[in-house]
């Protein structure tokens, strides 16, 4: 599933016409097409970069957005507008009314994007205008407009049906060509072998047409009793609407009485917590170089980054949910503790690991986003000295939950200035101080990740420290064995009451099965 929820919400064509017209009528007799029967459509996206550091290509493969001016540059400072095509799917509203010429789409916080239908001849209109005997200042306007045109390939809605509060709703959500088949089905799949398991889920992997997949399976009724219901529901739609590079994509979710399914890719090699504890017994943790440290750290700080400009906050950091994929970029997985706050808000609830909790979830001073900050230097601490600063094999909880709250951590060894400087501000206890509380783009901007290059990080065009061994495209080799645990998918558990049951309503029914 794609990464965008998009909620289709009508404006009224003069509306959407007005608002056209100032990105794109300066010569004054252009007028965005609006009695369009084909499905091509263009998206303006307008992009608030001062609230986001988001870059459009982490939203659409690169190379399928052309950024545009506006007319009036002036009415939108701060605001960038990129040009996209797109194939709409007329919803039901509109189809019921007759009226398929217009539609806007609103994404999230950060987002906002308008469309108008065209016609393939949309360019030799702009063609026209541009060899009037306009002035050039004109001209070249017409014709950066005509290269967005032509640049921009297709991008296509899916519609996505959801119960909602008892009701049908319909959710339109862009779709890249991913080659990945996002109405997959669970009979399509093949269970392989146990990856992990959780307190409420087990992960199986599985494969459809040899696509390997990671399926999390949970069951209701576990659910249930654990006054876990919301959790899960909010796991997974948190899940779909990430979109980044080092997050974890949810390809489809279903539901059938006994358990919800989420099926999301599978993440090749194996969790970062492996890296740190190579020895059979798993005891002891290993450094890692600094290099590698400070690789693994600036593309989890990214996924982080890109979770709070969309005001989620993650809660769950930790190297068990941090996998490393086929190139040996790192991955997130595990959105069951993530929740939306608007920003000023805290929140209060008591979460998280405890060797990576932060001292205002321990002191119970409600936390913000920069609880995750916390999380992020205690596991850069922890690949820097192979050893979490404050937790240790045997300690008490109390006297861990102590530690975290009061001691300083012990001194880094070994390590550049602005490493330990990038610890040292990540690990400050009052959270307001914390690097990332002003902006999370302080963390991203640290001297110590001035010698990598984000954007070629992002589009995975470095060679990762460390590349996992793969054999097949189901090599699950760099998983622990979990084959002496049951598979709780083939459990009869009892069931739940009705209400308990209408919490899973967006999550699709299916009455096929995982086997
Ligand atoms: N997409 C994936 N690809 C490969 N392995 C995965 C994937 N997702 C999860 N896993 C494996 O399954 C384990 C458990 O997954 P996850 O943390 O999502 O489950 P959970 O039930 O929420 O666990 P917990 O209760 O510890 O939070 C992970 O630590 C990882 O080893």
Known sequence: MSSINAKPDYHSPQRLRAKLNHFLDDSGRQQPKTNIADASALALFTVDESETSVQMEDMFPIGEIKRVSPSSPHKYSGLSHYLTKAQLTPNRKSRMSGDNSLQSVSLDSSFSS??????????????????????????????????????????????????????????????????IDHDINLNDLRKHRLLGEGLFGQVWLASS??????????????????????????????????????????VKAYQDHQFIYLIMDFVKGGELWSLLHPCTDKVDTVALPERQSKFYTLCLADAVVYIHNRKYIFRDLKPENILIDAAGYPVLVDFGLAKRLERGEKTYTTVGTPAYCSPEIINGDGHTRCTDYWSLGIIAYEMLMGANPFSFEGIDQFSLYRAIAEDDYPPLKNVSEDAADFIRRMLIKDPTKRLGARSPKDVLNHEWFDDFDLTAIRRRKIKAPWVPELSDPLDSSHFDDWSDLDDKSTHTFPEIDHKDETLFDSFPLTSQSFH
């Open 209 to 250: 047409k040899s696509r390997p997949y990671a399926v999390k399976v949970q069951s209701k009724y576990e659910l249930a009793e654990g006054a876990k219901i919301e959790f899960a529901v909010r796991e997974k739609e948190i899940m779909s609407r990430m979109k980044h590079p080092f997050i974890i994509r949810l």
């Open 114 to 179: 308008s469309f108008y239908e065209c016609d393939d001849d949309s360019s030799s209109n702009l063609d026209r205008s541009s060899q009037s005997p306009d002035s050039s200042r004109r001209r070249k306007r017409a014709s950066l407009r005509q290269d967005a045109y032509r640049q921009i390939p297709t991008f296509t809605w899916r519609r996505e049906s959801v119960i909602h509060n008892g009701r049908r709703k319909f959710n339109y959500v862009p779709v890249e060509d991913d080659g």
